[in-house]
T-cell receptor, first 114, second 111 residues
Framework: AQSVTQLDSHVSVSEGTPVLLRCNYS??????LFWYVQHPNKGLQLLLK??????LVKGINGFEAEFKKSETSFHLTKPSAHMSDAAEYFC????????????FGTGTRLQVFP | DGGITQSPKYLFRKEGQNVTLSCEQN?????MYWYRQDPGQGLRLIYY???????QKGDIAEGYSVSREKKESFPLTVTSAQKNPTAFYLC??????????FGPGTRLTVL
């Protein structure tokens, strides 16, 4: 069965410094992987998705993620944090036993300090 | 302007009452979903529908009911049988497999 683990529940960075949000997945096959962002009391917005076309995936707002099969990881990065990046981030994997279903991580809350 | 709308944004319910949350989409998506979100947890799937007049239980369907009479609409009823209904409820839709698009959410509070 597929699963996804977000290794940090909270991450704090200073504005202008790099962001790293870590995600490991468990899957017998090459899954589809996603990162979503949620601002307070809002719905989720898709940042990027991996579907086996390229291991380095570029998303919106300067975020990118690299699929590493050998490490079963899909970490999210950004070179320089902005105050507006403060939000909750979810790593998500598609459920290969039922491709209409997604499996969500528990989320990482990113704080950005001035 | 295409998207998913949920109403109301905030909803208060007395214990023992049923309440219905609205979800509408004009994206022409076949599949729609309802999730529940609690603090510090990821999203948990309540119900989903792949096509009109058909829906399946998700991981936490007890105490909830849905209908899918129209492609654009997927209302969720939180019944009095739901033991702990206070949560943030998110509706989503997709055109098939993979990417789901989310509405803004409804925060339900039981008084």
């Amino acid at each position: 069965a597929q699963s996804v683990t977000q290794l940090d529940s909270h991450v704090s960075v200073s504005e202008g410094t790099p962001v790293l949000l870590r995600c490991n997945y468990s899957s017998s096959y090459s899954p589809s992987l996603f990162w979503y962002v949620q601002h307070p009391n809002k719905g989720l917005q898709l940042l990027l998705k991996y579907t086996s076309a390229a291991t380095l995936v570029k998303g919106i707002n300067g975020f990118e993620a690299e699929f590493k099969k050998s490490e079963t990881s899909f970490h999210l990065t950004k070179p320089s944090a902005h105050m507006s990046d403060a939000a909750e981030y979810f790593c998500v994997v598609s459920d290969l036993s039922n491709t209409d279903k997604l499996i969500f991580g528990t989320g990482t809350r990113l704080q950005v300090f001035p | 302007d295409g998207g998913i709308t949920q109403s109301p944004k905030y909803l208060f319910r007395k214990e023992g009452q049923n309440v219905t949350l609205s979800c509408e989409q004009n994206l022409n998506h076949d599949a729609m979903y309802w999730y529940r979100q609690d603090p510090g947890q990821g999203l948990r799937l309540i119900y989903y529908s792949q096509i009109v007049n058909d829906f399946q239980k998700g991981d936490i369907a007890e105490g909830y009911s849905v209908s899918r009479e129209k492609k654009e609409s997927f209302p969720l009823t939180v019944t009095s049988a739901q033991k702990n209904p206070t949560a943030f409820y998110l509706c989503a839709s997709s055109i098939g497999v993979d990417t789901q698009y989310f509405g803004p959410g409804t925060r339900l509070t039981v008084l």
